[in-house]
C-alpha cells in the first residue's frame, strides 16, 4: 500500500437510486455523494440496504432506476475500489498466497509481489501466519487477512461490510486500527456496522438507512449529538428499529 | 483351501503369466482414465462455469451416464468397430486400443460429472471474492481448478476405479485373447468358468490390493488437500 494523493473515483455519487431484488425494493431513492475524507459509516438494522449500498458503490450492483457516477463517470471498472465482504471468503492457499494472488488479479509486477505481501501482511499483523492455509486462520485473523487482501488493489476507495461482526474486542480493535491507518494514507473508507460505538469510534460522516431509504446523514458529531428524525432519535438510543 | 495357498504363491513368486495381466490391465485403465481426464476436467469445469439453453438437462444426463452399464458401452463400441460400423476399417475391434476406448467412455462421464459438480461449487463460494478482485475469465478457470485440485483427484481416481474393476465392455471390445487382450477382471470370469480357481483367485487378491490402494490414495488426497490448503 502507498500513501496517496487524493483518489480517482471519488466523489461516487448516488442519483435517485432504486435497485430491487427478486421483485423486491432493496434501495429505493437513494441519493447520496461518498467524497474523499473521513470514512463514511453506514448504521441502520438489518435488512435496512447497508451491504446492497455497498454492493451497487463498488460497481458489482447495477440500479433499476437512476444513476451511480463514479469521479462523473457512470462506466468505471472497479481498478481502484476494493470491498472486504461480511463472510470473506478465503482461497485456499496459504495467506501470503491469497495476497499474493490479488495482487497478481490487479496486475502488480511479479517482481513487487513478495515485497508487497510482506508489507501488507506486516500492516495488518499477520507476518507470522504468512505460510499458514488461509482457511485455518481465526475468523479475526481471516477479516485481517481479507483486509490486506483488499488492500492489495491499491485502492482509492475501501468499502468494508460490517467488519467486526461477530469479533472479539481485541480483534474488533486491530480491525479497527487498520481502518485508522488507512483512512490516514488518503484511502476513502465507506463501512457498514450495526455497531453505534464503532460508529462513533470511526465515523467521520453517518448514513442512518431503514427499510432501503436514507434517514439521515450528515458529521458524525452532529448526528449523534442531535438527529433530527424520529428513527434516528431511537436507533441513537439504542432502541429497535422495526 | 489349497487354491488359496496356490494364489498366494503366484502372487507371491510373481507369476509371469498373472503379472503380464496384471500389467496390460494397469495399461489399459490408466491410459483410459488420463484421456478421459483430458476430456473430463475441461468439459465438466465448461459446464460448470457457462450458462447455455439446455444446461440443465445436459447435467442431468451427464450424472444419468455415471451409472452407465459397461456392457452398454461395450455393446456401442463394438458396433463403431465392428468391420460394418463406421470405425470398421481402422481395425481395432479385440485390441488394447478398443478397450481404451470402452473403457473411455466408460470413465469419461464420472470425471465430467464429478469435476462439474466440485468446480461449480468452489465457483459458488468464490465468485464475489473474483467479481470484487477483478480477476479475469481465464485466471477464475485456472483457479477453480487449481484450487479443486485434490477433489479433482479423487474424481480421477473413482475413474480409474471404475475402470479396473469393469469386465464387460473390455469383454465384448477385446475379445479377452490370451496373451493380447486378457485383463485381470476378464481372465477372472474365464478361469472361474473352467474351475481354474488358483489364478482367478490371485488376480482377485490383486484387484483387490488395486482397489484399496485407490481408496487409501484418494482419503490421502482429501487429507492433503485439508492439510496444505484448508
Known amino acids: 500500500?502507498?500513501?496517496?494523493?487524493?483518489?480517482?473515483?471519488?466523489?461516487?455519487?448516488?442519483?435517485?437510486?432504486?435497485?430491487l431484488a427478486g421483485g423486491v425494493t432493496v434501495l429505493d431513492c437513494i441519493s447520496i455523494t461518498f467524497s474523499a475524507g473521513a470514512p463514511t459509516v453506514l448504521i441502520g438494522p438489518n435488512g435496512s440496504g447497508k451491504t446492497t449500498l455497498l454492493?451497487?458503490?463498488?460497481?458489482?450492483?447495477?440500479?433499476?432506476?437512476?444513476?451511480?457516477?463514479?469521479?462523473?463517470?457512470?462506466?468505471?471498472?472497479?481498478?481502484?475500489?476494493?470491498?472486504?465482504?461480511?463472510?470473506?471468503?478465503?482461497?485456499?492457499?496459504?495467506?501470503?498466497?491469497?495476497?499474493?494472488?490479488?495482487?497478481?488479479?490487479?496486475?502488480?509486477?511479479?517482481?513487487?509481489?513478495?515485497?508487497?505481501t510482506a508489507g501488507l501482511l506486516s500492516l495488518v499483523g499477520?507476518?507470522?501466519?504468512?505460510?499458514?492455509?488461509?482457511?485455518?486462520?481465526?475468523?479475526?485473523?481471516?477479516?485481517?487477512?481479507?483486509?490486506?487482501?483488499?488492500?492489495?488493489?491499491?485502492?482509492?476507495?475501501?468499502?468494508?461490510?460490517?467488519?467486526?461482526?461477530?469479533?472479539?474486542?481485541?480483534?474488533?480493535?486491530?480491525?479497527?486500527?487498520i481502518v485508522r491507518a488507512v483512512s490516514t494514507r488518503g484511502i476513502k473508507v465507506v463501512m457498514a456496522t450495526h455497531d453505534l460505538g464503532e460508529a462513533k469510534r470511526l465515523a467521520g460522516e453517518i448514513v442512518l438507512l431503514h427499510r432501503g431509504r436514507i434517514i439521515e446523514s450528515g458529521p458524525a458529531h452532529s448526528l449523534f449529538a442531535a438527529p433530527t428524525t424520529d428513527e434516528a432519535k431511537k436507533?441513537?438510543?439504542?432502541?429497535?428499529?422495526? | 483351501?489349497?487354491?488359496?495357498?496356490?494364489?498366494?504363491?503366484?502372487?507371491?513368486?510373481?507369476?509371469?503369466?498373472?503379472?503380464?495381466?496384471?500389467?496390460?490391465?494397469?495399461?489399459?485403465?490408466?491410459?483410459?482414465?488420463?484421456?478421459?481426464?483430458?476430456?473430463?476436467?475441461?468439459?465438466?469445469?465448461?459446464?460448470?462455469?457457462?450458462?447455455?439453453?439446455?444446461?440443465e438437462p445436459v447435467i442431468v444426463m451427464l450424472n444419468a451416464l455415471m451409472g452407465l452399464p459397461p456392457v452398454v458401452a461395450g455393446l456401442a463400441v463394438y458396433l463403431m468397430l465392428s468391420r460394418s460400423g463406421p470405425l470398421g476399417s481402422w481395425g481395432l475391434l479385440f485390441t488394447p486400443l478398443a478397450m481404451v476406448i470402452a473403457q473411455t467412455v466408460l470413465v469419461t462421464p464420472i470425471i465430467a460429472a464429478l469435476a462439474r459438480q466440485t468446480i461449480e461449487d468452489l465457483w459458488l463460494e468464490y465468485r464475489e471474492e473474483f467479481a470484487a478482485m477483478g480477476v479475469g475469465p481465464l485466471r477464475r478457470v485456472r483457479t477453480l481448478i487449481w484450487d479443486a485440485r485434490f477433489s479433482l483427484?479423487?474424481?480421477?481416481?473413482?475413474?480409474?476405479?471404475?475402470?479396473?474393476?469393469?469386465?464387460?465392455?473390455?469383454?465384448?471390445?477385446?475379445?479377452?485373447?490370451?496373451?493380447?487382450?486378457?485383463?485381470?477382471?476378464?481372465?477372472?470370469?474365464?478361469?472361474?468358468?473352467?474351475?481354474?480357481?488358483?489364478?482367478?483367485?490371485?488376480?482377485?487378491?490383486?484387484?483387490?490390493?488395486?482397489?484399496?490402494?485407490?481408496?487409501?490414495?484418494?482419503?490421502?488426497?482429501?487429507?492433503?488437500?485439508?492439510?496444505?490448503?484448508?
Not at chain 2, 487354491?3 to 507369476?15: I, P, R
Not at chain 2, 474393476?165 to 471390445?173: C, H, L, M, N
Open chain 1, 1 to 19: 500500500m502507498s500513501t496517496r494523493a487524493p483518489a480517482t473515483d471519488l466523489p461516487i455519487r448516488f442519483s435517485e437510486v432504486a435497485i
Open chain 1, 55 to 116: 454492493r451497487a458503490a463498488m460497481g458489482l450492483i447495477r440500479p433499476a432506476r437512476g444513476r451511480i457516477t463514479w469521479d462523473g463517470s457512470e462506466v468505471s471498472p472497479p481498478t481502484r475500489r476494493a470491498i472486504m465482504f461480511q463472510r470473506p471468503v478465503m482461497l485456499r492457499r496459504s495467506a501470503a498466497a491469497n495476497i499474493g494472488y490479488a495482487l497478481a488479479a490487479a496486475g502488480a509486477p511479479r517482481a513487487e509481489r513478495a515485497k508487497r
Open chain 1, 126 to 177: 499477520l507476518q507470522a501466519l504468512a505460510g499458514r492455509p488461509a482457511r485455518q486462520l481465526s475468523g479475526g485473523e481471516q477479516q485481517r487477512l481479507s483486509l490486506a487482501r483488499a488492500l492489495a488493489r491499491d485502492p482509492a476507495v475501501l468499502f468494508l461490510d460490517e467488519p467486526t461482526a461477530s469479533l472479539d474486542p481485541a480483534a474488533t480493535k486491530a480491525i479497527e486500527d
Open chain 1, 235 to 242: 436507533f441513537i438510543a439504542g432502541e429497535l428499529l422495526v
Open chain 2, 1 to 55: 483351501m489349497p487354491e488359496n495357498a496356490s494364489a498366494l504363491h503366484l502372487v507371491l513368486t510373481g507369476d509371469p503369466t498373472l503379472f503380464a495381466i496384471v500389467r496390460l490391465s494397469l495399461i489399459v485403465s490408466l491410459s483410459a482414465t488420463f484421456i478421459a481426464a483430458l476430456i473430463g476436467v475441461p468439459l465438466g469445469a465448461l459446464i460448470a462455469l457457462t450458462r447455455f439453453r439446455g444446461r
Open chain 2, 153 to 230: 483427484l479423487t474424481a480421477l481416481l473413482a475413474g480409474f476405479g471404475r475402470a479396473a474393476a469393469e469386465v464387460g465392455a473390455i469383454i465384448i471390445v477385446g475379445g479377452n485373447i490370451l496373451g493380447f487382450t486378457r485383463t485381470m477382471t476378464t481372465t477372472i470370469a474365464l478361469e472361474t468358468s473352467k474351475g481354474n480357481l488358483p489364478l482367478a483367485i490371485g488376480l482377485g487378491i490383486v484387484l483387490m490390493f488395486i482397489v484399496m490402494l485407490i481408496s487409501t490414495l484418494a482419503w490421502g488426497a482429501r487429507r492433503a488437500g485439508e492439510r496444505f490448503s484448508g
